[in-house]
């Protein structure tokens, strides 16, 4: 068997998500689909992670395994091309030895979260709208927090099937960037809704509706319950994924920011 990784953009709107679900359309689901009758044999696509409804990915990595190699995988990223609908490209496919996978080899994974306070004609697919004055230093300092916790079940979808809701984070920050107020967050993984959660609290601390001290308090008292509510999926990006050499240099890089 021989397995590849594949490197892939979606724009997010009109599927639930990256994973397959019964009676809904995902990226996964259509990616299956494609490689399977281009390549005339049974193909299972696993992904990197699992975004949510609407959430999209200018960065996105899955492998697959086939029994044969593939001759020719720039002609094989054409043929997907020409057959996968518009929101969904293929950028690169490439052999990998056989102990790298997708999702456990990942080393980081870096999404960003795009807010614009007025109304947004050609991004308005991929903003959120937020008409409100925030304190963009307080919120900061807030994100600059997470950098010291571990645990994150404040920020979890609730009833997950994960054994743990520690993840690392090494970036976490606001910035202002053509016109939009960006959110930049890196860790070693993510929980369900995570970055969601995080944003909606974070906004809540530039609205000063939640102190420096409360927002602690949120994080120390693992409930989702505490923290603020979800913010818009359309506004979430996965920006980009880590891996070990020799992945991380095959796979080709772009820059990090609004990808449109």
């Known amino acids: 068997m021989q397995r590849y ?6 724009n997010g709107t009109n599927y639930h998500g990256w994973q397959f679900q019964p009676n809904a359309v995902t990226v996964q689901e259509l990616l299956e689909k494609a490689f399977s009758l281009l390549l005339g044999q049974k193909v299972e696509i696993t992904g990197a992670g699992r975004t949510d409804t609407g959430v999209h990915a200018s960065f996105f990595v899955a492998h697959f395994d086939v029994g044969n190699a593939i001759p020719d995988t720039d002609k094989l990223v054409q043929k997907l091309n020409s057959f996968l609908p518009n929101d969904i490209l293929i950028y690169h496919i490439f052999p990998v030895e056989a102990g790298f996978h997708a999702r456990f ?20 697919e991929f903003t959120a709208r937020y008409p409100y004055s925030l304190d963009v230093d307080l919120m900061n300092e807030a994100a600059a927090l997470m950098l010291q916790f571990v645990d994150f079940t404040s920020f979890s ?4 099937d994960v054994k743990t809701n520690n993840c690392k984070v090494t970036t976490a920050r606001w910035e202002r960037r053509d016109g939009l107020l960006v959110f930049e967050i890196k860790a070693d993984r993510f929980l369900r809704n995570m970055v969601r959660a995080v944003v909606g609290t974070l906004i809540d601390v530039g609205r000063g509706k939640i102190s420096i001290p409360e927002f602690i308090s949120i994080v120390e008292s693992k409930d989702r319950r505490e923290a603020g509510t979800s913010v818009d999926a359309r506004g979430l ?8 050499q020799p992945v991380h240099a095959a796979l080709l890089r772009s820059p990090s920011g609004f990808p449109f």
């Open 5 to 10: 990784f594949v490197q892939l953009a979606y």
């Open 105 to 124: 080899s990942a080393l980081s994974r870096t999404y960003h979260y795009y807010l614009s306070d007025r109304k947004e004609p050609f991004r308005g």
């Open 157 to 160: 979808k609730l009833h997950t």
């Open 237 to 244: 990006f996965l920006t980009d994924i880590e891996y070990p």
